[in-house]
């Protein structure tokens, strides 16, 4: 209907305070999706950061999804909500992929193989996110891209393409979250150059590629998202007769998170009784 729309996000489960009647309040508030996790854990969900702990945390510690954590993503599910994996750890990626009943998205992560960061998403998350009709919007910081030119947002873009193919690849810059922009990608008014090097087959460099088709272009600047989207309330509507979950996160959960070291986390002692 050529008209623009920005949805309302939640970055960051901690901010329904382990609570599934927040979640519901959210989406009747218009919140369409939410990010699991932000740079650190709930007691139901581990963050990226957890990944560059050196040595492993003990088990305890490291809880992936938790059990009361499917509850968040089916009720996700249920309400019609996406379900964004940017942010959260590899273990939490593969639960996500494994429980959730409708695809999910990556809303600004790039690729692990072509720089190693936690935030970046693993070759075999990427094709089970194939697999699974997700998406994943690269991601143009340069931190995470592991460089500071558009050359760099173009090799994560194309390596992307070759592990989901191209109905799973989106755009997430982060504009509004970070300090730093590539060189050549400063602001959304140089989007048309990225489509137009995408669709010359050519970095800055000189170096070549396979030049995206104006389909592939057509589903990177939305059309994939559209899809997902679509897919989640489809979803949504399969589950109409489905009650929504009401039991409280379990105390146990909290306690095994380590609560008091983590700043995402309401106080333990709330939820004692």
Request: aromatic share 8%; net charge negative; with cysteine.
């Amino acid at each position: 209907e050529k008209k623009l729309a920005s949805l309302i996000a939640v970055e960051g489960g901690h901010s329904i305070d382990s609570r599934l009647a927040v979640l519901r309040l959210f989406y009747e508030l218009g919140v369409r999706y939410m990010t699991l996790t932000h740079s650190c854990n709930t007691p139901w969900a581990d963050a990226s950061p957890i990944d560059d702990v050196r040595p492993a945390p003990a088990p305890s510690q490291l809880t992936n999804l938790s059990a009361w954590g499917r509850h968040v993503i089916w009720e996700m599910n249920r309400l019609g909500m996406m379900i964004d994996i940017s942010h959260v750890s590899y273990g939490v990626m593969r639960d996500v992929l494994q429980h959730s009943r409708a695809p999910v998205i990556f809303s600004h992560s790039s690729a692990h193989a072509v720089f190693e960061h936690h935030r970046n998403v693993q070759d075999d998350i990427l094709w089970e996110l194939g697999k699974k009709k997700g998406i994943v919007m690269v991601n143009f910081y340069p931190l995470f891209v592991g460089g500071n030119t558009i050359d760099d947002v173009i090799n994560h873009l194309n390596h992307i393409r070759t592990i989901t193919g191209v109905d799973h690849i989106g755009l997430g810059g982060d504009y509004n979250g970070v300090a730093v922009t590539p060189d050549g990608l400063e602001d959304v008014s140089k989007y048309p150059d990225l489509f137009d090097m995408l669709a010359n087959g050519a970095l800055r460099t000189g170096e070549t590629f396979e030049p995206w088709t104006r389909e592939d272009l057509q589903k990177l600047a939305g059309l994939n998202l559209l899809r997902v989207f679509r897919e989640v309330e489809r979803v949504r509507d399969s589950l109409t007769d489905e009650e929504p979950f009401e039991d409280l996160i379990p105390y146990d959960e909290f306690v095994r998170a380590n609560v008091a070291d983590q700043p995402c986390m309401s106080d333990i002692d709330m939820h004692k009784s």
